[in-house]
Each structure stands twice: as C-alpha cells, then as structure tokens.
C-alpha cells in the first residue's frame, strides 16, 4: 500500500496519507480543511546513492532482519 505526500494550496502544510485504493486520496487539508492538497508523489523514495556509501549490492539479505546480513558481516 503506498503512502503518498501532499501539500495544501492554502496554508502549506505538507502531510501524507496511505492509500488503500485511489478513492482514499483525501480531498481537504487536515489541517485547515481546504479543498484540493496536490499530489507530490511518494512519501518515501528508494535512494541508492545511500545504499552506495553502505556499501550495499542491494541483495536477498535485505528485509530479514533488523540489519543488512552483507553489511553487518563486512563491518
């Protein structure tokens, strides 16, 4: 389920939303209850560049644990 970031065209406040299904994209502001946050894409983006200073090879030890098992061996 992907979490999406919006921002209010009236008071400016960022804020994001997960999105069961695109009918739950809010239509108000939480904050000030206008109408019509934009859409400005994922709230979280992959960056590999961050993966790189790790030294990371973005393998299948990702996800089983509480650390990477590559980059935890190498330290």
């Known amino acids: 389920m992907p979490i999406s970031k919006y921002r209010c065209i009236e008071c400016g406040k960022e804020f994001s939303?997960?999105?069961m299904k695109p009918e739950d994209a809010p239509?108000?502001?939480p904050v000030c209850g206008a109408s019509g946050p934009i859409e400005m894409g994922p709230a979280f983006q992959y960056d590999r560049s961050s993966l790189d200073r790790l030294n990371c090879v973005a393998c299948d030890t990702c996800g089983t644990g509480d650390t990477c098992g590559v980059f935890a061996a190498s330290s």
Do not use: A, G, M
């Open 17 to 19: 939303k997960i999105l």
């Open 27 to 29: 239509h108000k502001c």
